[in-house]
């Protein structure tokens, strides 16, 4: 079963950017790439998406390469709030919807 | 918009038990997910409906589990009988696309213990 694959945790401090990388070897020709992020006891929150190169808005960059074998979300100067699980979501060639395991970010004062 | 909403929030019940989660979407949503969230294998895709017909169940584990969407603001998931290894968060989502181009809007989940 095709899979994602991403940094089970990450810490970093306030001020920084961070970059998380998602890896999708068998993402379908024709989806878009997803982000969401998900606060303890809540429901993932969608942050961004695009298909290829770069995608900003006013919380994050997306970078996607243009094999679209995997992208990386930046968040740019992370403060204490965007301590989350940060999930990439695609559709793979067997047209199945993909979750990743998360990556589980601290960001530390 | 009051965003998808599920119910109970937390259901503890013992292993046999039936269980039944509960979700309605947002208004004007044609797609609605199931998802399971567990440490070891994060979420995962159970069931999807469009127009309120079943599209792909194949990730529903077993025959214990079923899901119904009876019209457009209602969508149930049940576990009958429960097992201890069913304990996880159960989430729905709604879209106006199965596909990634629409962004999916989840619930805030049940939190599902078996005794």
């Known amino acids: 079963l095709a899979k994602t694959t991403q940094p089970i945790s990450m810490d970093s401090y306030e001020g920084q950017e961070v970059n998380i990388t998602c890896s999708h070897n068998?993402?379908?020709?024709?989806?878009?790439i997803t982000w969401y992020q998900q606060f303890p006891s809540q429901g993932p929150r969608f942050i961004i998406q695009?298909?290829?190169t770069k995608v900003t808005n006013e919380v994050a960059s997306l970078f996607i390469p243009a094999d679209r074998k995997s992208s990386t979300l930046s968040l740019p100067r992370v403060s204490l709030s965007d301590t989350a699980v940060y999930y990439c979501?695609?559709?793979?060639?067997?047209?199945?919807?993909?979750f990743g395991k998360g990556t589980r970010l601290h960001i530390l004062p | 918009d009051a965003g998808v909403i599920q119910s109970p929030r937390h259901e503890v019940t013992e292993m046999g038990q039936e269980v039944t989660l509960r979700c309605k979407p947002i208004?004007?949503?044609?797609?609605l997910f199931w998802y399971r969230q567990t440490m070891m294998r994060g979420l995962e895709l159970l069931i999807y409906?469009?127009?309120?017909?079943?599209?792909?169940d194949s990730g529903m584990p077993e025959d214990r589990f079923s899901a119904k969407m009876p019209n457009a603001s209602f969508s149930t998931l049940k576990i009958q009988p429960s097992e201890p290894r069913d304990s996880a968060v159960y989430f729905c989502?709604?879209?106006?696309?199965?596909?990634?181009?629409?962004?999916?809007?989840f619930g805030d989940g049940t939190r599902l213990s078996i005794l």
């Open positions: 409906f469009n127009n309120n017909v079943p599209i792909d």
């Open positions: 695009g298909y290829k």
């Open positions: 068998n993402i379908a020709t024709n989806d878009y």
């Open positions: 979501l695609v559709t793979d060639r067997d047209d199945k919807i993909i």
């Open positions: 208004s004007g949503h044609d797609y």
């Open positions: 989502a709604s879209s106006t696309d199965r596909y990634s181009n629409q962004p999916q809007h």
